[in-house]
């Protein structure tokens, strides 16, 4: 018998938060420098801390997702600025209550359940091409919702494992 094994890479859109975080942060950066050469040489070692600030924030800024799936597990990483790893989650599917498009009827009733932690591992793009989809599982004793834009090639192993549980509409 195979194994079921699926990879998806999804990159995150940049929030308006994160692009004003990088536009503050640029800009400060920027102007600590100018004044340090310009007025107050001591500014000089402003624009040298924020550059090293800069040098270790903005990259977590620029995300990408990455699902694998084999076998009933599915584990996300985050990728920052495509050179370091991290792993986000990892889901033993076989707990999970119910999987379908994050747009479903079947989800409204865990959308507005405040006891579920909700986790977004989705691009945040709407449009063509992009369908988010929900799932709730228990996790370290604690219900999650979690949001991922999974493949078809994905939701189709998924579903074989656990049919009754993945819905398409």
Request: proline share 4%.
């Amino acid at each position: 018998m195979s194994d079921l094994y699926t990879e998806v890479m999804v990159a995150k859109k940049p929030s308006g938060k994160d692009q004003l975080i990088k536009g503050v942060l640029i800009t400060f950066t920027v102007l600590f420098a100018l004044a340090g050469l310009v007025l107050i040489p001591f500014l000089l070692i402003g624009a040298i801390i924020l550059g090293i600030v800069d040098y270790i924030f903005l990259p977590r800024l620029n995300v990408e997702f990455e699902y694998l799936y084999v076998n009933g597990e599915l584990d996300v990483d985050r990728i920052f600025s495509k050179s370091r790893r991290k792993r986000a989650a990892s889901y033993d599917l076989s707990s999970m209550e119910i999987m379908a498009p994050w747009n479903s009827h079947r989800l409204d009733s865990y959308k507005n359940n405040r006891s579920l932690k909700k986790v977004d591992f989705s691009s945040g793009i709407s449009g063509e091409g992009h369908k988010p989809y929900g799932f709730v599982i228990s996790n370290k004793n604690q219900m999650e919702l979690v949001i991922f834009e999974p493949n078809e090639v994905m939701l189709k192993d998924i579903r074989s494992k656990m049919p009754r549980k993945v819905f398409y509409d």
